[in-house]
């Protein structure tokens, strides 16, 4: 029974083989048992497809950076870049991560490059679902600054901010979320890797529902 609940708090897709902490909450959520903090512990730590399925996120990195505080949803986003990746069956190699600084919900979306043009089309879908932001951050890529994409920025009236990648003001939130849905993406596609943008969606539902320590709340609960 214990190994049951286990497996399906931390392997399924729902969770996508989530760290010790969020496995952790997702059991004390629902279930206890006397030492679970333990089992808990030696389960993760001894997961085959955890240790076997790194290669796909290897190169990701996660920085300690200070994030901007927000004082409502959407008020100020993050927006970045990740890839290339194996091209998938449907000739994507990058995706373009969103989130918001207030909620932590995110978006990702995949995409043949991250041209300009591309960017300002996510841009564009984005604003349309959840509002105009006040403020976007993002690294000093020239395609978040492109001439379409400042177009957008002063019809809108949106401030665009630039950070320096990894340093201490840095995009934080995005480059965490980098991290998070890539290494969920590594435990969803199957071998040859070609079919990650299917399992964008479910990497996106494990990161929305997974508890959040700065907001103390799943992001799906504060957007």
Known sequence: MIHQVLKVCHDSKSVAHAGFGRTLRH?????????????????????????????????????????????FPFEKVGIDAVGPFVTSSEGNKHLIVMTDYFSKYAEAYPVKNIQGETVCKVLMDFISRHGIMRILYSDIGSNFISAAMQEVYELLGI????????????????????????????????????DWCQQIPLALMAYRNAYHRSILEKPFFCY
């Not at 480059?175 to 969803?188: D, W």
């Open 27 to 71: 059991v004390k959520e629902r279930f206890w048992w006397c030492r679970f903090y333990q089992d808990v512990k030696k389960y993760v730590a001894s997961c085959h497809e955890c240790i076997s399925r790194r290669g796909f996120s290897k190169n990701q990195k996660a920085p300690m950076q200070r994030i901007p505080t927000a004082n």
């Open 159 to 194: 401030s665009k901010k630039q950070c320096l990648s990894y340093s201490p003001q840095g995009n934080g939130a995005v480059e965490r979320l980098n991290k998070t849905l890539v290494e969920a993406l590594s435990h969803l596609v199957s071998f040859n890797q070609t």
